[in-house]
Protein backbone atom coordinates (compact mmCIF):
# COMPACT_ATOMS: atom_id res chain seq x y z
CA UNK A 1 0.00 0.00 0.00
CA UNK A 2 1.35 3.60 -0.66
CA UNK A 3 -0.04 6.66 0.58
CA UNK A 4 -0.43 10.57 0.18
CA UNK A 5 -1.11 12.54 2.64
CA UNK A 6 -2.92 16.61 1.18
CA UNK A 7 -4.72 19.77 3.02
CA UNK A 8 -1.78 20.71 4.97
CA UNK A 9 -1.55 24.70 5.32
CA UNK A 10 -1.58 27.95 7.55
CA UNK A 11 -4.73 28.32 9.66
CA UNK A 12 -5.50 30.72 12.56
CA UNK A 13 -5.77 29.40 16.27
CA UNK A 14 -9.44 28.19 16.82
CA UNK A 15 -10.00 27.36 12.85
CA UNK A 16 -10.00 24.21 10.87
CA UNK A 17 -8.26 21.97 8.47
CA UNK A 18 -9.20 18.44 7.13
CA UNK A 19 -6.21 16.21 6.15
CA UNK A 20 -6.25 13.59 3.68
CA UNK A 21 -4.61 10.38 3.01
CA UNK A 22 -4.95 8.85 0.12
CA UNK A 23 -4.50 5.07 -0.12
CA UNK A 24 -3.28 2.95 -3.18
CA UNK A 25 -2.63 -0.63 -4.10
CA UNK A 26 -4.84 -1.80 -1.34
CA UNK A 27 -8.67 -1.33 -0.09
CA UNK A 28 -8.01 1.21 2.97
CA UNK A 29 -10.58 -0.89 5.05
CA UNK A 30 -8.33 -3.82 5.43
CA UNK A 31 -5.58 -1.75 7.63
CA UNK A 32 -5.51 0.21 10.41
CA UNK A 33 -4.15 4.00 9.41
CA UNK A 34 -3.23 6.63 12.60
CA UNK A 35 -2.27 10.08 12.11
CA UNK A 36 0.94 11.15 13.75
CA UNK A 37 2.83 14.72 14.27
CA UNK A 38 6.55 16.04 14.17
CA UNK A 39 6.92 18.93 15.81
CA UNK A 40 10.38 20.92 15.38
CA UNK A 41 13.07 19.03 17.95
CA UNK A 42 10.22 16.71 19.12
CA UNK A 43 9.60 13.44 18.63
CA UNK A 44 6.91 11.96 16.53
CA UNK A 45 3.74 11.31 18.31
CA UNK A 46 0.58 9.49 17.60
CA UNK A 47 -2.21 11.74 17.04
CA UNK A 48 -5.59 9.52 16.14
CA UNK A 49 -6.30 5.76 14.78
CA UNK A 50 -8.90 3.83 13.07
CA UNK A 51 -8.76 0.21 13.13
CA UNK A 52 -8.86 -2.11 10.04
CA UNK A 53 -13.20 -3.28 9.61
CA UNK A 54 -12.63 -6.63 9.99
CA UNK A 55 -14.35 -7.07 13.62
CA UNK A 56 -15.96 -3.32 13.15
CA UNK A 57 -13.98 -0.14 13.20
CA UNK A 58 -12.80 1.79 16.05
CA UNK A 59 -11.30 5.25 16.52
CA UNK A 60 -8.74 6.45 19.20
CA UNK A 61 -7.07 9.66 19.71
CA UNK A 62 -3.97 11.35 21.89
CA UNK A 63 -5.77 12.85 25.14
CA UNK A 64 -4.53 16.84 23.52
CA UNK A 65 -7.03 15.95 20.20
CA UNK A 66 -10.00 14.33 21.98
CA UNK A 67 -13.17 16.11 21.05
CA UNK A 68 -10.98 18.33 18.72
CA UNK A 69 -10.10 16.01 16.19
CA UNK A 70 -11.91 13.13 14.49
CA UNK A 71 -10.65 10.69 12.37
CA UNK A 72 -12.86 8.73 9.34
CA UNK A 73 -12.61 6.49 6.98
CA UNK A 74 -14.44 7.09 3.09
CA UNK A 75 -13.96 3.72 1.55
CA UNK A 76 -15.15 4.79 -1.88
CA UNK A 77 -12.48 6.99 -1.94
CA UNK A 78 -10.07 4.64 -0.51
CA UNK A 79 -9.22 7.48 2.02
CA UNK A 80 -8.87 8.60 5.61
CA UNK A 81 -9.62 11.54 6.80
CA UNK A 82 -8.49 13.76 9.62
CA UNK A 83 -10.87 16.50 10.58
CA UNK A 84 -9.43 19.19 13.13
CA UNK A 85 -10.94 21.80 14.95
CA UNK A 86 -10.13 24.49 17.44
CA UNK A 87 -6.83 24.38 16.41
CA UNK A 88 -4.12 25.93 18.87
CA UNK A 89 -0.47 26.78 18.16
CA UNK A 90 0.75 23.90 19.76
CA UNK A 91 -0.94 21.49 16.75
CA UNK A 92 1.52 23.13 14.33
CA UNK A 93 3.68 19.92 12.90
CA UNK A 94 4.32 17.81 10.22
CA UNK A 95 0.90 15.14 10.02
CA UNK A 96 2.18 11.65 8.75
CA UNK A 97 -0.33 9.11 8.19
CA UNK A 98 0.74 5.66 8.75
CA UNK A 99 -0.46 2.09 7.77
CA UNK A 100 -0.37 -1.04 9.93
CA UNK A 101 -1.71 -4.71 9.37
CA UNK A 102 -2.15 -4.89 13.46
CA UNK A 103 -5.60 -4.08 14.37
CA UNK A 104 -4.71 -1.23 16.78
CA UNK A 105 -1.84 0.18 17.11
CA UNK A 106 -0.17 3.69 19.07
CA UNK A 107 3.22 3.63 18.61
CA UNK A 108 5.35 4.26 15.83
CA UNK A 109 7.00 1.27 15.51
CA UNK A 110 4.01 -0.44 14.96
CA UNK A 111 3.13 0.87 11.46
CA UNK A 112 5.74 0.08 9.00
CA UNK A 113 4.29 1.97 6.04
CA UNK A 114 4.25 5.47 5.98
CA UNK A 115 3.31 8.89 3.70
CA UNK A 116 5.51 12.15 2.97
CA UNK A 117 3.50 14.03 4.99
CA UNK A 118 1.71 17.37 5.37
CA UNK A 119 2.65 20.56 6.95
CA UNK A 120 -0.26 22.38 9.24
CA UNK A 121 0.66 25.84 10.85
CA UNK A 122 -1.62 27.34 13.44
CA UNK A 123 -0.41 30.97 14.14
CA UNK A 124 -1.64 32.86 17.47
Known amino acids: VQLVESGGGLVQAGGSLRLSCAAS????????TGWFRQAPGKERDFVAG??????????YYADSVKGRFTISRDNGMNTVYLQMSNLEPSDTAVYYC????????????????WGQGTQVTVSS
Open 25 to 32: DRDVDTFA
Open 50 to 59: ITWSGSGSKT
Open 98 to 113: AATYTYLATTEAAFPI
